[in-house]
C-alpha cells in the first residue's frame, strides 16, 4: 500500500502493478483492490500483473492469461470467467 501511495505522488498517468496482493493477509489484499478499484472509477490507467485472478478480472476491462511466457487467452473479463480453460485452472 505505500508503494501505490509513494507512485501516486508522482501523479502518473499510467500505473504498473506486479503482483500487489503478494504476502499480504486477505483483509489487506480486500483493501488494495478497493482501492485500485477507485483509482480506476478517477481514470488511472493500469496494467496489471496478478496471480489472484477473480480479483484481477473483477477489475481489468481486458485480460491476458500467460501460460509458459506467452499469451495462451485473452479477452474481456466475462468471456475469460466463461472460458472452461480459466475456471478449471484459475478459477476453479
Known sequence: MLA???ALMAQPKVMLLDEPSMGLAP???QEVF???RRLKEDGMTMLLV???AKAALKLADHAYVMERGRIALSGTPAE???DERVLAAYLG
Open 4 to 6: 501505490i501511495g509513494r
Open 27 to 29: 483483509v489487506i489484499v
Open 34 to 36: 478497493r482501492t485500485l
Open 50 to 52: 496478478e496471480q489472484f
Open 80 to 82: 475469460l470467467f466463461k
